[in-house]
């Protein structure tokens, strides 16, 4: 029903920075919750950042002051920047799009839930 696509990963040393990217199918970055998770090797998935349709922001406690949630509705975009990376922040990073409610917008009806991305590999090297 939505496919979100991310983008930007790679590697990069430790203090580098990287941006990602998520582009949803449907125009749907202006009135959904947008967020961003990281899954590690061998562990679960966890928030990194998340962003309201109304523009509140919360991030994890490890990456505050280094990451920041932004988007652009004209473009219909969601991105995260991530700046002095670490080797801890080494993951699959996924894109995440979540209706509390069934929503009805541009002629697309979209069912309450969680829709991810396939993922984007980040890796930060010591």
């Known amino acids: 029903q939505v496919q979100l696509v991310e983008s930007g990963g790679g590697l990069v040393q430790g203090g580098g920075s990287l941006r990602l990217s998520c582009a949803p199918s449907?125009?749907?970055?202006?009135?959904?919750?947008m967020g961003w998770y990281r899954q590690a090797p061998g562990k679960q998935r966890e928030l990194v950042a998340v962003i309201s349709e109304g523009g509140s922001t919360n991030y994890a406690d490890s990456v505050k002051g280094r990451f920041t949630i932004s988007r652009n509705n004209a473009e219909n975009t969601v991105y995260l920047q991530m700046n002095s990376l670490k080797p801890e922040d080494t993951a699959v990073y996924y894109c995440n799009a979540h209706f509390p409610t069934n929503i009805y917008s541009g002629g697309t009806y979209y069912q309450r839930g969680d829709y991810w991305g396939q993922g984007t590999q980040v890796t930060v090297s010591s």
């Open positions: 449907g125009r749907i970055v202006s009135f959904t919750t």
